[in-house]
């Protein structure tokens, strides 16, 4: 229990300062921009790179990070059937699935897994797979559905995640560690350098952006955020604990593991790449505060009934 309260304080207290920063407009006018676009280009891209590049890719495959890949995997492909169906469009879709699919499981999981696991370990597949899969993925179809860009030929949709720095990392990542290269530490120590930057920021970020974000979201996001929020809080779990349970037979301390790991809200990394690509922020942003707000009592219930 006391885990849980002091991972969420962790995070509370650097969200804070991001809030204070917004609100008193201490970075001026561009100061989320700015704060976005040195993410986006410099901290993202580190810190996947040496997560990935340092990891063995076959960690996703363990019994809790299948679970873990699986119902993420199934919560983003009802958000975007009922996306389609809807037609919300593909761009804020993409957002929507990215916020009932990626979880928070850097800023907010690694240290609630270090705190109440016992180990920071247990987040590793579903970090692997949000940064090497999901993020490339969802990055390519933003950037190839810009509608300030031109329509895509086959070359361009081809070369599209090649001009992502973020997909760059990923899949230079995925191809280091694929092929049991050794990276240096002098090569690896500046970019994990770098990458330390980049939890905070997106957290700074993501309080930033609290600053004037009324509770309720908009009424043209209020379908799709009220679906993405019972997707990821509610759904993702249950199905996470019916998959662990009768399933996959794990015991009580893995069953909890990967219904804790569901039960982590939505990643700021998505309200930054709706921020980036200017498209579903109030979809990601409110999704993301609520999702927040009831994962602390939804992981106490679990460590509560799972024990």
Sequence with gaps: MDGVLKGFFVVGVVMLVG??????????????????????????????????????ITEVLSETG??????????????????????????RTTIGALATGIVNSTNLGVPLSQYVMGSATYVTPIMLFQLAVVTP???????LTNPEGTKPSVRRILATPFRNPVTVAAILGIVVSGAGIQI???????????????????????????????????????????????????????????LARYVFHLDDFNTFVVTACAILPTGQNVVLYAVRYRVGQSLAQTTAVITSALAVPLLLGAAWLLN
């Design 19 to 56: 809030y204070i920063l917004g609100r008193t407009n201490a970075l001026g006018p561009q100061g989320t921009k700015v704060l976005s676009s040195l993410t986006f280009l410099v901290g993202l891209p580190s810190l996947m790179f040496s997560m990935i590049a340092t990891r063995h």
């Design 184 to 242: 240096p530490e002098l090569v690896l120590d500046p970019l994990k350098l770098i990458a330390q930057v980049t939890v905070p920021l997106m957290l700074i970020i993501f309080g930033m952006s609290l600053h004037g974000l009324s509770p309720r979201a908009s009424s043209s996001e209020s379908a799709p955020t009220a679906l993405a929020v019972v997707l990821k809080s509610a759904i993702q779990p249950a199905l996470a604990w019916v």
């Design 137 to 143: 993925v969802a990055l390519t179809i933003l950037d």
């Design 66 to 91: 299948l679970i873990s890949v699986l119902t993420a995997t199934a919560m983003m492909a009802v958000f975007a059937v009922v996306g389609a169906l809807a037609r919300w469009g593909v761009r």
